[in-house]
C-alpha cells in the first residue's frame, strides 16, 4: 500500500473533504500495527548490536561487517575483525581507524598449504615470496630465474608463493586457476585473508605461522618480495659463513631511527592513534630479509600482544623489540640494495638482492 503524503498519522486519506471518518476499529488495527512494527525494529537493533565484536568499530568497519558481498567476498570468505577490504592494487586514500585486534594468523586457515614439501626435503633455505593472486607473470618469472635454483653451493633451497583472497567478480574464476597453477608447480601457499596492500602485516604474520608449523627443519628463511632481483649462490655463501648466527638473526638492509610518515597523503601514512611514536624501533625493509628459522614461532607468540598496523617490515622491529632482540647489519650490508642501478654483470655478481623496476628485467 502506498500512503498518501501528508497523512498525520501515516494512514491512507481519501481525497476531498467529505471523507467518511475512520471506524473505531480500524484505528485500533492501525495503533496495533504501528507497535507491532516498532517491536520489530527494536528486536531487530538488539539483535544486530548482539552481532557486533566486544571492540570499537568504525562506521567503514561496521558496514563491512553486514554487507561483506559489497566487497565481492562470498560468505565462506568474509573478513576477519582485524584485516581490511580492498582489491589487489594499493589504495589511493588509506582508511585512518586504529585496528583493535591483532594480526595473528591463528584467525586464518589454509587454503592451498603444500605442507609436505619440507618433509620431502630438507632445505638449508627457504624463500618466500608474498605476491598478488593476480600476479602470474612475476611467479613465472621467478619460476623461470632465481626460483628455479633448488640447490645452491650443495644446499637445498626452497622458493614458495604466499597468496590472500581476491575480491571481485572474477574471484571464483581465478581461484579455480590457481589451484590449476598450484597442482602444476605444487609452491602456491594460500590462506583465507583479503590480499591487499593494507593487510601486508596479516600477510607476513601468515608466512610466519607457516615456517613455525610446517617448516621448523630449515635453518633459514627469507622474504623476499615479487619485484626484487636476488643472488642465490651469494645469499647462501653469506649464511654459510661461520660467524653467522644460527638463532635469533635477522638481516637485511637496516633502517635506523625511521620516522613515522603522519601525512594522509602517503601510502605509508600511520596515525597516532595506530602508532604513537614518533619513530619506528630499528628493523629491517621489507623488501627483502633473512632471518633465522626459530624467530617465526617467537613473532607468532609475541603479535599476541603487539597491536598491528600496514607498515609489515616495521612491525616486525615491533616484534624484535618486544622480544628483547635487534637486527643485525650484513657481513658486507652493500649486499643489499633498495635502488635500481643500470645492468652491470660485474655489480649483479656481487650483490644480494635489489628492486627491480618490473619482473621483466629478470
Known amino acids: 500500500m502506498v500512503l498518501q503524503k501528508g497523512s498525520a498519522d501515516g494512514a491512507v486519506r481519501p481525497a476531498g473533504p467529505a471523507a467518511a471518518p475512520t471506524p473505531v476499529i480500524t484505528l485500533t488495527l492501525r495503533v496495533f500495527l504501528v507497535s507491532a512494527l516498532r517491536l520489530r525494529r527494536t528486536l531487530k537493533s538488539r539483535v544486530l548490536l548482539s552481532m557486533l565484536p566486544p571492540y570499537p568499530l568504525r562506521p567503514w568497519r561496521l558496514f563491512g561487517l553486514f554487507s561483506a558481498e559489497v566487497h565481492g567476498v562470498t560468505a565462506s570468505h568474509q573478513s576477519k575483525p582485524n584485516e581490511i577490504n580492498e582489491t589487489t592494487e594499493s589504495p589511493t586514500v588509506p582508511p585512518t581507524g586504529t585496528q583493535f585486534h591483532q594480526a595473528h594468523p591463528y584467525n586464518y586457515h589454509f587454503i592451498m598449504d603444500n605442507k609436505e614439501v619440507c618433509k620431502t626435503k630438507t632445505p638449508f633455505l627457504v624463500l618466500m615470496v608474498p605476491v598478488a593472486p593476480t600476479n602470474v607473470a612475476d611467479r613465472e618469472a621467478i619460476r623461470q630465474t632465481w626460483g628455479n635454483e633448488s640447490l645452491v653451493q650443495g644446499e637445498v633451497v626452497l622458493t614458495l608463493f604466499m597468496l590472500g583472497l581476491s575480491g571481485g567478480a572474477a574471484a571464483e574464476q581465478l581461484q579455480e586457476e590457481l589451484k590449476q597453477e598450484n597442482l602444476l608447480h605444487h609452491d602456491l601457499i594460500q590462506s583465507d585473508f583479503m590480499d591487499s596492500y593494507l593487510n601486508l602485516t596479516i600477510k607476513t604474520m601468515v608466512i610466519m605461522h607457516w615456517l613455525a608449523t610446517r617448516c621448523q627443519t630449515a635453518p633459514y628463511a627469507m622474504k623476499i618480495d ?115 642501478t643500470r645492468y652491470d654483470r660485474c655489480e649483479y655478481s656481487k650483490i644480494i638482492t635489489y628492486i627491480l623496476g618490473s619482473s621483466q628485467e629478470l
Open 226 to 340: 615479487s619485484d626484487m632481483f636476488l643472488n642465490i649462490d651469494n645469499l647462501v655463501l653469506m649464511l654459510q659463513k661461520p660467524g653467522i648466527p644460527k638463532l635469533n638473526y635477522l638481516t637485511g638492509m637496516l633502517m635506523w631511527n625511521r620516522p613515522v610518515v603522519r601525512s594522509k597523503d602517503s601510502k605509508w601514512y600511520v596515525s597516532e592513534e595506530m602508532y604513537p611514536d614518533p619513530q619506528y624501533p630499528t628493523y629491517v625493509l621489507g623488501m627483502g630479509y633473512v632471518f633465522s628459522n626459530d624467530l617465526p614461532e617467537k613473532f607468532v607468540e609475541v603479535s599476541k600482544s603487539i597491536k598491528p598496523f600496514n607498515i609489515e617490515d616495521a612491525y616486525i622491529g615491533m616484534c624484535m623489540k618486544k622480544l628483547g632482540l635487534a637486527p643485525i647489519s650484513p657481513p658486507d650490508s652493500s649486499q643489499f640494495k633498495a635502488y635500481n
